[in-house]
């Protein structure tokens, strides 16, 4: 998992919205946290989902943090979107695909409402969309239907259900969510359906939203700027925003950033799907911007109205790839997470979609924006669509300080080394085998050597053992000397306290790091091994 994990990352060029990670990690461990970090898709194609949902959440919280200390915070369950939306395209006769605009997915709220994590949890490790056309097109062929016969939604639930393993449970639950009568459930001492849920609970409607096909920056020069323009206004005023785009061929993730290797992309085609598809390949939450005059986060007056004049060189995305060694390690996002949680993309980097297929790819956008104006706090409102005027003083005050309220979790070369006994956090070391092959798994451990090995590449696996108030391991690998700016991978409780990746059996030192750190975000010990190849 963690070798395609690392490969999917890197393939930039012909990446989609698949993703291999499975991370989880503590998004809700800090109420201040304004977007959260990014969470895992895993290695099913919802990366949609995961960006309409991401925005929800943070909408919530938004409007609830005059309820609470710092604003309710709710996981949502992706993967109930994910699979209710292919159970619709098997009830109507339409083809299980994993591609769909922007549009399609902000409507299947209002028709099928949202569920919390708790209620129907569900995730794969395993690419689930061809899994479900294989079922599909055995069950059509047993039954002699037709690929455009719409099917019973019993049996679309059970189709989905045996590729994806659902339990009893999750096939009864979905089975009724399709239906006029959904199952209810409670939550916070409430009792709700999936669509009261998300209507009375969390008050969101398709109504109160607008979707902006991106036309071309190079044709259509003057309504990209427009649209840019409101999409910068929404990001001021704290409204998250998912988008839809594609990867591009000459083009790069350079330290989390995706960037364009020639300037604008030029000579660039778009990644698959390729032009004929009228669908994106990639679907993220935007957060934040910069231009070459401001920052990420909270920003000065003074450093905001000269930003205005100023275009944008970089956006910053929620992706769903989880906690990955490459999101950006760029400092001012580390402020608002701790850990590589996001990713930044250039302007001419998205701008290169758009030109290559105006029209295509999408931006989902608040008919209106709000801030509170002082004294009174008195809620400031404008039509995002007309209205493309910013109130500077309302955007200054309303910046939470909480997205500076974290140093960065790094790691510090003169920290002490723990002992390889007691402490909270240890290495499980497991015995080398007589004969190893490339499958071998090999446990890191301190002074570990390997020499005499045939196989080209090793599969190096660790595993910590750690002890209560421990919630993150950090793990940086590098040379002994440098200090090392990020991790290259984090576990948790929840992906579990073991990686394996395959290395190349070529003759060095590997040098680990692993810190321990709590849900503070505080670094406890340090655990050092050296794994020297001969």
Known sequence: ??????????????????????????????????????????????????????????????????????????????EYLGLIH??????????????????????????????????????????????????????????????????????????IGSAARLDADQLRFLTAAISPQQEKFQHSGGSYTPRTFASNRLKFSASDYFVVKMPSPVDDAAAYAKTVARMRKALLYGYSLPVSFNYVTQSENRAGALICKKPQCEDSELAKPGPASPHANHASLLIDYRTAVSRFGPLTGQALTASLNEPVSEWVMKNSWGLARDNSYDPQLLERYPFPSFTILSAEFLAASHRLSPGRYEVILPRTVCLKKRPGNQLSCSDLETDSNIDEAAVVANQSKALNSHDAV?????????????????????????????????????????????????????????????????????????????????????????????????????????????????????????????
């Not at 040379?479 to 929840?494: D, H, I, K, S, Y």
Request: with cysteine; hydrophobic share 40%; glycine share 8%.
């Open 1 to 78: 998992m963690l070798k395609r994990w690392l490969l999917g990352l890197l393939l930039v060029g012909a990446a989609s919205c698949k993703s291999t990670g499975v991370d989880r990690d503590a998004q809700l461990s800090d109420a201040g946290l304004i977007a959260g970090p990014a969470r895992s898709q895993g290695a099913t194609a919802f990366c949609w989902s995961y960006a309409l949902i991401a925005h929800v959440e943070q909408r919530y919280y938004e409007q609830t943090r005059g309820e609470s200390a710092g604003g309710f915070r709710l996981d949502l369950s992706e």
């Open 86 to 159: 292919m159970a619709e395209l098997l009830t109507t006769g339409k083809p299980v695909s994993e591609s769909k605009t922007m549009s399609e997915t902000l409507t299947l709220i209002d028709r099928y409402g949202l569920v919390p994590e708790p209620i129907f949890k569900a995730k794969f490790d395993r690419q689930l969309y061809p899994q479900v056309q294989a079922v599909e097109a055995e069950y059509r062929a047993s039954k002699g239907l037709a690929a455009d016969e719409p099917l019973p939604g019993e049996v679309a639930v059970q189709l």
């Open 410 to 534: 790094m790691y510090a070369p003169d920290a002490p080394v723990a002992p390889a006994s007691g402490g909270k956090l240890k290495l499980v070391s497991k015995s080398l085998p007589a004969s190893i092959t490339a499958e071998t798994e090999i446990y890191v451990a301190p002074g570990l050597i390997l020499q005499g090995i045939a196989a080209p590449k090793v599969t190096l696996c660790i595993q910590a053992d750690v002890q209560p108030g421990v919630k993150f391991v950090a793990v940086y690998l590098g040379r002994p000397e440098p200090v090392l700016p990020n991790p290259m991978f984090v576990l948790t409780a929840e992906i579990g306290w073991r990686r394996c990746t395959p290395v190349a059996n070529t003759p060095r030192v590997m040098r680990w790091v692993f810190q321990s750190v709590d849900a503070q975000f505080k670094t406890g010990q340090q655990l050092t091994a050296e794994v020297t190849f001969k």
